[in-house]
């Protein structure tokens, strides 16, 4: 069984690659004026960003995956999640920056609710941000900023400004995320393509009968990403996200056999629903109008189009 660091704290990262304690909160860790360390498979109650050197091939583990790692490649990991590279002993000459907080740093600012909008951080295999040279400087760049700063004596507006900094640089880390989607074009819109002809085989198999209503992990495990990573190329193809278009889908196929003379019920117990009232929900949601709603404004404007006397 593989030997698990705990980084219950910055401290306990800090303890092991030999770096000094300079925040009760937070560390940044400079490979370069270290090496050489050993690596450590870690399970992490801390927020890490991990920005690669000039190593080629470290072969990084995260969760039962590895990571597609090359120089200027960024990892970030939240708590409660498993990532690095197993112990062998052996020491390593690695450069690159690391910098690991903990969540109590952000109470009481704007930080500790805004940083659950950074998806990145539920990121998995292969979806790491990879840099140009000027992004990653952009990126060195704030982190040495952050390090100044924790060599200062502490006063009572030093975790602001350490916030600030950690702010500036994940909404950096942001922009070079939605950069990557842009300039990825035609892998993400094979990724459109196989979500779009999963989600149609889903229901042309009938899948729904067993399986209930698809979610977007279900899709997500499909194609070997994160759910988190899957929406977000989506949403920047589409400007929806992957639930939206599942929801619009089976909502097409709910008016295709409300149309057919299904009730509302036989509908949603064929779509995969457990409850008819959740079905009508995401119809409401979708459409405006219930599904009885949707019937019956059918079953008008077919009769007013019979009763309609013809044009001359």
């Not at 306990?12 to 925040?23: C, I, K, L, R, T």
Request: glycine residues 6%; contains cysteine; charged residues 20%.
């Amino acid at each position: 069984m593989s030997k698990i660091l705990k980084i219950n704290r910055p401290s306990d990262y800090n303890a092991w690659v030999g770096n000094p304690d300079s925040h009760d909160l937070i560390s940044v860790v400079n490979y370069s004026e270290l090496s050489p360390v050993r690596y450590s498979l870690n399970h992490y109650d801390v927020y890490g960003l991990f920005l690669q050197g000039n190593e080629a091939d470290m072969d990084l583990v995260y969760g039962t995956g590895k990571y597609d790692y090359s120089e200027g490649t960024l990892i970030c990991v939240a708590p409660g999640q498993l990532g690095g590279k197993e112990d062998t002993g052996e020491l390593f000459n690695l450069t690159g920056w690391a910098v690991l907080f903990h969540p109590d740093l952000l109470q009481g600012t704007a930080l500790e609710n805004e940083i659950k909008s950074f998806s990145f951080f539920d990121y998995r295999i292969n979806e790491a941000l990879h840099m140009s040279e000027e992004e990653r400087d952009v990126i060195i760049s704030i982190i040495r900023q952050l390090e100044n700063e924790m060599k200062f004596p502490s006063d009572e507006m030093q975790n602001r400004i350490i916030v600030g900094f950690l702010n500036l640089l994940l909404r950096y880390a942001q922009r070079f995320y939605n950069r990557q989607f842009v300039t990825r074009t035609i892998v993400n819109n094979s990724i459109l393509s196989r979500f779009e002809s999963s989600l149609k085989h889903y229901f042309d198999s009938d899948s729904q009968t067993d399986g209930g209503v698809p979610t977007v992990q279900f899709f997500a495990d499909q194609l070997n990403m994160s759910a988190s990573y899957l929406s977000d190329v989506i949403k920047k193809i589409t400007g929806e996200t992957a639930g939206t278009l599942i929801r619009q889908y089976v909502v097409q196929l709910a008016k295709n056999r409300l149309s057919a003379g299904m009730n509302s019920s036989e509908v949603a117990y064929s779509l995969g629903y457990e409850y008819p009232q959740h079905f009508a929900r995401t119809f409401k949601k979708v459409t405006g109008i219930t599904p009885t709603q949707y019937v019956a404004d059918k079953s008008a404007s077919k009769k007013d189009h019979i009763l309609k006397p013809p044009q001359k």
